[in-house]
């Protein structure tokens, strides 16, 4: 069965279609990764998935559950789908520790000796053992965002969606958040990411999905659709991004 | 003319049981003017028009008037109006709830609304209810926005207690009133009774400003 499944999906702002008639699966273990110009709908459709917006019409299953189910279906399909933003979003009146214990203890139920047992050792993997205790605004970009990376694991998600997770850091810290990416990818998390950094897509996508205008454009390995465009509209886009 | 230090030190006593009705008033009217106020702030941002009209027609209806109008509204009018009996003390907390409750509420909404969508957004797409969200990560949040204006309007709930002399409550100033006019010293009396509330005052600014410093984020 497929993790993730979009079935004649649009989405419109006021007038304005977003999404034009998505089809698309996305089997567990894939890395799917999303590309195209800004206002393509790269970030509309994968904030679709965990129902962060509503899709207008078509459907769309998560792990078999449908987004427009009830606000029950709804809370299961976010705890399966993980999401980790542009902006970080970490809570700022909390640690990297707390904020990575949040989401085991208020929406797992989760014991605080548990939470903390988990929060540890995924700050650990995101290497930031020596920062849990610092507060976001202590930590730089790259450092935030690997502590959302963990806030969002600690969920235990089958899912993890990724909302251009390096755009708003210097490219210096880049690599670190991709780094870590790298790793979940090579553990066999599902992962759909949104995202402009070609040589990740290249090294780690097991998928390349070209969005332009609303709509799903190319489809396939990294590999062949970057060395061979399929189309004057791709290649026009690769140009700008490299 | 000679200022009578003994006028003050006869006075004491009375005054300082004015302080304490003050005080009461104050603290009931604090607490209950912070719940209305957290409660009608977050009906006039998270809540639909239905529940955002009425809320917006209170805070409205008591911003448009005087306490003083509202006090006597509420002391002589409602126990018309309603067929209920209200002691002068009661009718003044309940003027203190409803008239802070307005001020705060604007004071909430627009905390809670200078709080990042994206917060929201991270609290909601781990899974938690929107009430979940609120009282975790918004609200701890709102909170620490808050405390400056808050501490403002906290501090002219205090103030206002004195307009209660009105209705006949024997608060701070109404002492004082009542102490002049039997022995005259008009000077002594309203110097004493500024310096309590100056006192009074200046411990409850410190204590919001120490507030403020402990829930200060990094």
């Known amino acids: 069965m497929s993790m993730v499944e979009f079935k004649k999906v649009c989405k419109q702002f006021g007038s304005h279609l977003v999404l034009k008639s998505i089809d698309l699966a996305v089997d567990t273990g894939e890395v799917a990764v999303v590309i195209g110009p800004s206002g393509s709908g790269k970030s509309t459709m994968l904030r679709c998935i965990n129902v962060l917006e509503k899709v207008s019409t078509g459907d769309l299953l998560v792990d078999g559950l449908s987004v427009r189910g009830s606000s029950h279906d709804v809370r299961r399909i976010r705890l399966e789908a993980g999401m980790v933003f542009q902006q970080f979003n970490l809570f700022p009146h909390l640690t990297a520790l707390q904020n990575v214990m949040f989401g085991p203890i208020r929406s797992r139920g989760k014991s605080k000796n548990e939470a903390r047992e988990i929060a540890t050792a995924l700050l650990h993997k995101v290497g930031l053992a020596e920062r849990m205790s610092h507060y976001p605004s202590q930590l730089s970009g790259g450092q935030q965002q690997r502590v959302a990376i963990a806030r969002s694991l600690a969920v235990e998600p089958k899912l993890m969606l990724f909302d251009e997770p390096t755009s708003a850091l210097d490219p210096e810290l880049r690599q670190e958040v991709l780094k870590v990416m790298q790793t979940l990818a090579t553990e066999g998390m599902t992962m759909i990411v949104v995202t402009h950094e070609m040589g990740f897509a ?8 070209f969005m332009d205008d609303g709509q799903l454009v190319h489809d396939g390995k990294p590999v062949e659709l970057l060395s061979d465009p399929p189309s004057e509209r791709f290649r026009e886009f690769l140009k700008h991004v490299d | 003319m000679t200022f009578e230090w003994t006028a003050i030190v006869d006075a004491l006593p009375d005054l300082l049981q004015g302080l304490e009705l003050t005080m009461l008033i104050a603290l009931a009217g604090l607490a209950g003017g912070i719940i209305v106020g957290a409660l009608t702030g977050a009906l006039l941002t998270y809540g639909g028009w239905l529940a955002q009209a009425p809320a917006q027609v209170y805070v409205a209806l008591i911003r448009g008037t005087p306490i003083t109008v509202q006090v006597m509204f509420i002391y002589f009018a409602l126990p018309i109006l309603m067929n209920i009996r209200i002691t002068a003390t009661n009718a003044g907390i309940l003027t203190l709830i409803i008239n802070s409750g307005a001020y705060n509420a604007e004071i909430v909404r627009g905390a809670l609304e200078s709080v990042p969508n994206g917060l929201r957004e991270a609290g909601l797409s781990m899974g938690l209810s929107f009430r ?23 501090v002219s709930v205090v103030k206002d207690t004195s307009i209660f002399l009105v209705i006949g409550v024997g608060e701070l100033t109404r002492r004082g009133q ?6 005259f010293r008009a000077v002594e009396i ?28 990094p």
């Open chain 1, 202 to 209: 290249r090294r780690v996508g097991s998928r390349l999905l």
């Open chain 2, 132 to 154: 979940k969200v609120l009282a975790y990560v918004i609200a701890p949040i709102a909170v620490r926005r808050a405390l400056p204006a808050m501490g403002n309007q906290l």
């Open chain 2, 178 to 183: 009542e102490i002049m006019s039997a022995n």
């Open chain 2, 190 to 217: 309203w110097t004493a009774v500024a310096a309590i509330y100056l006192i009074v005052i200046s411990i409850l600014a410190v204590s919001l400003r120490v507030a403020e410093r402990a829930a200060r984020l």
